[in-house]
């Protein structure tokens, strides 16, 4: 618990500063972390017997984050396509040398650019919103609480386990109290954030806050899938108490999107 708390103490006024600068720093730091998270996915699959493009999932996933910072979300669509073609052709290529599963390997490689780069750089989307740094700073935050108070809640009062395969550990009562502790300091945050800037209202950061709280959590669930496949407990070892970047963005990378598509309707 010590080294948990001693790098949450480093990491979040960094990650709070980032995303108050925004702009190019925010872009490096979302690009380091995705390509991370991308390394990781590819050593989780590696487990398995598997062999997506590594160096394409890493670089693909930079150059997804680079693309919505420098295109739109339309335009950065043509980099994704390029990628998919790129990776075809690499899988081709690995057949012809002998690789019999190179197709199943085409198919985490493509799945790898969608899920973490694609999905992931909606939290560059996010943040060019106007507003856009009121709305990073709801999100975010809504899933750290959304966790703490799920551990809290499941600690206290779990009795019904919510995916046994998946997740033993995790419990409905767990996941009924994520939602309240989401629904509540989003709405707290929405009224902090908006006596600031008048960018968001309490009703709003509630209402983000429930839907972050309610799926969000699929996020940490699918990652778990992925390693209870690998039989890894974690992503890695990056970061000492935590694991790795993938089991720290899991939930992160539902929130970006979900927060994108909620802002459009709501602001």
Same mark, same amino acid.
Do not use: N
């Given at each position: 618990?010590?080294?948990?708390?001693? +790098?949450?103490?480093?990491?979040?006024? /960094?990650?709070?500063?980032?995303?108050?600068?925004?702009?190019?720093?925010?872009?490096?730091?979302?690009?380091?972390? %995705?390509?991370?998270?991308?390394?990781?996915?590819?050593? $989780?699959? =590696?487990?398995?017997?598997?062999?997506?493009? =590594?160096?394409?999932?890493?670089?693909?996933?930079?150059?997804?984050?680079?693309?919505?910072? *420098?295109?739109?979300?339309?335009?950065?669509?043509? +980099?994704?396509?390029?990628?998919?073609?790129?990776?075809?052709?690499?899988? %081709?290529?690995?057949?012809?040398?002998?690789?019999?599963?190179?197709?199943?390997?085409?198919?985490?490689?493509?799945?790898?650019?969608?899920?973490?780069?694609?999905?992931?750089?909606?939290?560059?989307?996010?943040?060019?919103?106007?507003?856009?740094?009121?709305? +990073?700073?709801?999100?975010?935050?809504?899933?750290?609480?959304?966790?703490?108070?799920?551990?809290?809640?499941?600690?206290?009062?779990?009795?019904?386990?919510?995916?046994? =395969? /998946?997740?033993?550990?995790?419990?409905?009562?767990?996941?009924?109290?994520?939602?309240?502790?989401?629904?509540? *300091?989003?709405?707290?945050?929405?009224?902090?954030?908006?006596?600031?800037?008048?960018?968001?209202?309490?009703?709003?950061?509630?209402?983000?806050?429930?839907?972050?709280?309610?799926?969000?959590?699929?996020?940490?669930?699918?990652?778990?899938?992925?390693?209870?496949?690998?039989?890894?407990?974690?992503?890695?070892?990056? /970061?000492?108490?935590?694991?790795?970047?993938?089991?720290?963005?899991?939930?992160?990378?539902?929130?970006?999107?979900?927060?994108?598509?909620?802002? $459009?309707?709501?602001?």
């Amino acid at each position: 618990m010590s080294k948990r708390l001693i +790098v949450a103490i480093i990491l979040v006024p /960094i990650g709070a500063g980032l995303i108050a600068v925004g702009g190019l720093p925010y872009a490096l730091a979302a690009s380091l972390v %995705l390509g991370l998270a991308a390394w990781e996915f590819d050593r $989780l699959f =590696r487990m398995t017997g598997l062999c997506p493009s =590594r160096w394409l999932l890493i670089g693909g996933s930079a150059a997804l984050v680079f693309s919505r910072y *420098f295109l739109d979300l339309r335009d950065s669509a043509a +980099v994704l396509s390029l990628l998919v073609l790129a990776a075809m052709a690499v899988h %081709l290529v690995d057949f012809e040398r002998g690789r019999d599963r190179a197709a199943t390997d085409f198919g985490v490689t493509v799945a790898g650019l969608l899920y973490i780069g694609w999905i992931g750089a909606y939290l560059i989307s996010l943040r060019q919103l106007p507003d856009g740094k009121w709305w +990073v700073l709801t999100i975010l935050p809504a899933v750290w609480l959304a966790d703490a108070s799920a551990m809290v809640f499941g600690i206290t009062w779990g009795k019904h386990i919510l995916a046994p =395969r /998946i997740s033993p550990r995790k419990t409905w009562e767990g996941f009924a109290g994520g939602i309240l502790g989401a629904t509540l *300091f989003g709405a707290l945050l929405g009224g902090l954030w908006g006596a600031v800037s008048h960018a968001i209202t309490p009703w709003v950061g509630g209402l983000s806050g429930l839907a972050i709280g309610l799926l969000s959590p699929l996020g940490d669930l699918g990652e778990s899938m992925i390693k209870r496949q690998a039989s890894v407990k974690d992503s890695s070892q990056l /970061i000492p108490g935590h694991g790795g970047v993938f089991d720290r963005i899991d939930s992160w990378l539902w929130a970006g999107v979900i927060g994108y598509y909620l802002a $459009l309707v709501l602001h």
